[in-house]
């Protein structure tokens, strides 16, 4: 493990601070948020953690629809009916989702605002964490942990404790950000899925899998090409070149814009305009090639016992 870099705060008036040094592995490519443990709480209830503004929810909501969609097609291996489990379930979206699938789905999040979310919905989502969860021993068709890992203090700790929950035919479902891919070449420290301190481990895929390995699981699958998360990181990241705050437009979105000078706004939105909409389409583009070479922004991880 070495210093790598400084890392910008995603949130530097919640998290207290401008930047985090970065450390990296030598052998896998992953990298670690120094000091991320203190950052206060604050920094999952706000900022860029806020909710939409209401004229954005139509598109937001037809976009995650879309997203979910897509989300289904990796438990397309897990017995019909079977029981899942998600951990880091958020407001419940993808329980629901997988309730209304056919499967017995139920999810374990920290945060009591994201339950009663998850309760307006319908979605069976307890209070807990991944060490406080009392899960029956191979009682799990599934276990789902999708852009939950990279925020926790002890990775290897919750994938030991899923690959206990496995079922002897069940999988693990892992989705995460790759610090390998393109986009996070192209990006740096402007790279959209940083999002330092809630990021704690930067995962390449090397590192993920070989953390899988120690942990006495066998990786069925990588894959790169996703609704979710992919194009639009892309294309965030790409227009973090050319304006002055980073992730205006998604910050713009979720209402993050407090303290950003007038003048600053307006000729980020003009970028934005102008330079978003030519870029769009190059940035689905590049991002759906480099899907197809295994260095999508996001990826997921399918592994078995």
Known sequence: MHQWRLARASDPQLAGRDAYWLDRCGSCGSAFTRDAETAPMQIYEAGTYSAERRSAAPFVEWFRR???????????????????????????????????????ARGIEPSPSAIEAAAVLGARVVEGT??????????????????????????????????????????????????????????????????????????????????LARNGLHVARVRHLLIEQNAFGMWQTMLNRLTGEPDFFFRLVKRD??????????????ITLVAGSLLLAPAIALEFAAGGLGKGGTMVVEATR
Do not use: C, M, N, Y
């Open 66 to 104: 879309l997203a979910d969609r897509d989300r289904l097609r990796f438990f397309d291996d897990v017995r019909p009916g079977g029981r899942v489990l998600e951990l880091g379930a958020g407001a419940g979206e993808l329980v629901r989702k997988l309730d209304d699938a056919g499967f017995d």
């Open 130 to 211: 991944a060490e406080s969860a009392e899960v029956d021993p191979a009682s799990e068709d599934a276990v789902v942990i999708w852009h939950t890992l990279e925020h926790l203090a002890d990775p290897a700790e919750t994938i030991s404790r899923a690959r206990e929950w496995l079922a002897p035919t069940g999988r693990l479902i892992i989705g995460v950000p790759d610090l390998s891919s393109l986009q996070a070449r192209i990006g740096g420290d402007l790279w959209f899925h940083q999002d330092v301190p809630r990021h704690r481990t930067h995962f390449t895929s090397d590192g993920l899998v070989k953390l």
């Open 257 to 270: 814009l407090a303290g950003v000078p007038a003048g600053v706004r307006a000729r980020d939105l003009t």
